[in-house]
C-alpha cells in the first residue's frame, strides 16, 4: 500500500510542477526540482503519458502538461457556479477603475487565480502573463490574503512560497515584510507598487466570509503611470467594498449548485 500512496504522489507532485512552470521541461529539470533520480522521474513521466495527462514533445524530448487537466480544472469551477455568481460584480468594478480586475481562491496555502476582467479600453493595457498561482510575498492578492493569517503563520506560509520557486524576488527583510502586512492589516488592503512587475501597481482585499474565513481575494492592477498615489485610496475603498460584495455572494453558488440538482 505504502508503494501505490507513493507513485500517486509522485505522479500528482510531476503534474503540480508542470502546471506551475506552464512550460515543457526537460527530464533532469524535472528530476532535480523533485529532488528525483532520473529513473523515477522518467518512469512517472511515461505512465502520465501513457494515461493522456502528459505529452512529450517530438524534437526536444521535453515533456509539459496536456489540455486534459485545464479542462477538468473548468469542468470544476463551472459546476461550482463561483464564476457564475461573482463576474458581475468583477465586471462593475472593471467598470469603475478601467483597469484589470482579477479574484483568486484560497487553495490550501496559496492562492489561484481563476477569473479576470479588463477595463482598460484606451491606452496600456496590464495583460499579465497566464498562471494560476499567486505569488505571496510580492503581490497584492497575496499580501491581503497573509494579512488575514497570524504573523507566525503568514511568516512560515511567505517563506515556504518563495522556496519553492513561485516568487521570482526575494522577500524584503522581515521587519519590512512584517510591517507591510500590519499596515495592510490595519487598513484592509495591499499595494503592490512595482514590488511583484516592474511598471504595474496592484490593490487587492481580502474576500471574507460572515464567519470570518477568508476564501480569495480581488484586485484591480494597471500601469504605474495611470494607478498612481492619488488614485490609491479612491480605487482601494472600490476594491473594499466588491471584497465584502463577494463575501455575500460567495454562499450563494452553494445553493445554486443545490437548486440544479434537485
Known amino acids: 500500500m505504502r508503494v501505490v500512496n507513493s507513485l500517486v504522489e509522485r505522479c500528482f507532485a510531476v503534474i503540480e510542477l508542470l502546471a506551475?512552470?506552464?512550460s515543457a521541461m526537460r527530464l533532469g529539470?524535472?528530476?532535480?526540482?523533485?529532488?528525483?533520480?532520473?529513473?523515477?522521474?522518467?518512469?512517472?513521466?511515461?505512465?502520465?503519458?501513457?494515461i493522456g495527462w502528459v505529452e512529450q514533445e517530438p524534437v526536444t524530448g521535453f515533456y509539459k502538461l496536456t489540455l486534459r487537466l485545464a479542462i477538468l480544472g473548468q469542468r470544476f469551477l463551472s459546476a461550482t457556479h463561483l464564476t457564475d455568481v461573482c463576474q458581475p460584480v468583477l465586471e462593475e468594478l472593471s467598470t469603475q477603475s478601467a483597469e484589470l480586475v482579477r479574484m483568486?481562491?484560497?487553495?490550501?496555502?496559496?492562492?489561484?487565480?481563476?477569473a479576470q476582467v479588463q477595463g482598460a479600453r484606451n491606452g496600456l493595457k496590464y495583460q499579465p502573463e497566464m498562471v494560476a498561482s499567486v505569488r505571496l510575498s510580492t503581490?497584492?492578492?497575496g499580501r491581503a490574503y497573509l494579512a488575514t493569517l497570524s504573523q507566525p503563520e503568514?511568516?512560515?506560509?511567505?517563506?515556504?512560497d518563495a522556496a519553492?520557486?513561485?516568487?521570482?524576488?526575494?522577500?524584503?527583510s522581515l521587519e519590512e515584510f512584517i510591517k507591510e502586512l500590519e499596515l495592510t492589516k490595519q487598513r484592509g488592503w495591499a499595494i503592490s507598487d512595482?514590488?511583484?512587475?516592474?511598471?504595474?501597481?496592484?490593490?487587492?482585499?481580502?474576500?471574507?466570509?460572515?464567519?470570518?474565513?477568508?476564501?480569495?481575494?480581488?484586485?484591480?492592477a494597471g500601469p504605474s503611470s495611470r494607478l498612481t498615489a492619488d488614485r490609491h485610496e479612491k480605487v482601494a475603498s472600490s476594491v473594499l467594498a466588491t471584497a465584502a460584495k463577494l463575501g455575500e455572494l460567495w454562499p450563494l453558488r452553494q445553493y445554486n449548485s443545490l437548486e440544479q440538482s434537485a
Do not use: F, Y
Request: one cysteine or more; charged letters at 20%; a negative charge.
Open 20 to 22: 506551475k512552470e506552464a
Open 29 to 50: 529539470e524535472v528530476a532535480e526540482k523533485l529532488d528525483l533520480q532520473k529513473s523515477a522521474a522518467h518512469r512517472m513521466l511515461n505512465l502520465l503519458c501513457e
Open 104 to 114: 483568486a481562491v484560497v487553495q490550501g496555502e496559496t492562492l489561484t487565480w481563476i
Open 139 to 141: 503581490t497584492a492578492n
Open 154 to 160: 503568514a511568516i512560515r506560509i511567505a517563506i515556504n
Open 164 to 172: 519553492d520557486g513561485r516568487a521570482k524576488q526575494s522577500m524584503a
Open 194 to 220: 512595482e514590488s511583484a512587475e516592474p511598471g504595474v501597481v496592484a490593490i487587492a482585499a481580502p474576500i471574507t466570509l460572515s464567519g470570518g474565513q477568508t476564501v480569495g481575494t480581488v484586485s484591480v
